[in-house]
């Protein structure tokens, strides 16, 4: 079983910056692989980033490759997302999920993963 909580959203200008934190409890943390998603108002949640349980592995959306970074810490049980250059289209809440799982690359699908957290709201302004 895994516990998470998203922190870190808020409202920030068009080219600025945030770090998302996803904290975890739970002994299954440090061997699950952790994904970030997002959905904006009206529309699907989206697979955003993941990072595989070692931290040696992650995949990115197109839509955020060279903005986005994703870390964890599995002494913290805690998983990042560095946001840079942010844009008014990264505005949704955005999501970590938590797959026990084992894996053959990254899953980004919704159902491939089995806990997830409450979000956190980010809002970008242009």
């Known amino acids: 079983q895994v516990q998470l909580v998203e922190s870190g959203g808020g409202l920030v200008q068009a080219g600025g910056s945030l770090r998302l934190s996803c904290a975890a409890s739970?002994?299954?943390?440090?061997?699950?692989?952790i994904g970030w998603f997002r959905q904006a108002s009206g529309k699907e949640r989206e697979f955003v980033a993941g990072?595989?349980?070692?931290?040696?592995?992650?995949d990115y959306a197109d839509s955020v490759k060279g903005r986005f970074t994703i870390s964890r810490d599995n002494a913290k049980n805690t998983v990042y997302l560095q946001m840079k250059s942010l844009k008014p289209e990264d505005t949704a809440v955005y999501y970590c999920?938590?797959?026990?799982?084992?894996?053959?690359?990254?899953?980004?699908?919704?159902?491939?993963?089995?806990?997830w957290g409450q979000g956190t709201q980010v809002t970008v302004s242009s």
């Open positions: 739970g002994r299954t943390f440090s061997s699950a692989t």
């Open positions: 999920a938590a797959s026990s799982r084992t894996w053959v690359g990254l899953p980004q699908r919704l159902n491939e993963y089995d806990y």
């Open positions: 990072i595989s349980w070692s931290g040696g592995w992650n």
